[in-house]
């Protein structure tokens, strides 16, 4: 499975939503998260997120592994996401001093 993971915080750009064929994205106030269940490993979103905060699990540095379990939690307990919504105010600001 794919999973979001830090660079999501405080961006939120949701271009991720706009390619995945099975609407694996749920989203809260800060980031998207990717649902497991769903996830069939396309791995359209990775490129699609301009601050590449998605990554395939098994890529994941193991001080990023965490993210598995936060994407799979926090999907069962936020909504679906199926429409992009605006980035968090910042989130231009922080692309940049990510480097990206
Ligand atoms: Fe959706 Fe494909 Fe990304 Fe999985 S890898 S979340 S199916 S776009």
Redesign the pocket.
Known sequence: ??VVTDNCRGCRYTE?VT????E??HVDDTMTY?DPE?????????PACPVGA?EPDYRLAADKKFWIDVNRKRAAETPVISARLAPLPGADERRQALGR
């Open positions: 499975t794919y991720c390619v995945c064929p099975v694996c994205f990717i769903n996830c069939i490993d396309c791995g359209g979103c990775a998605i």
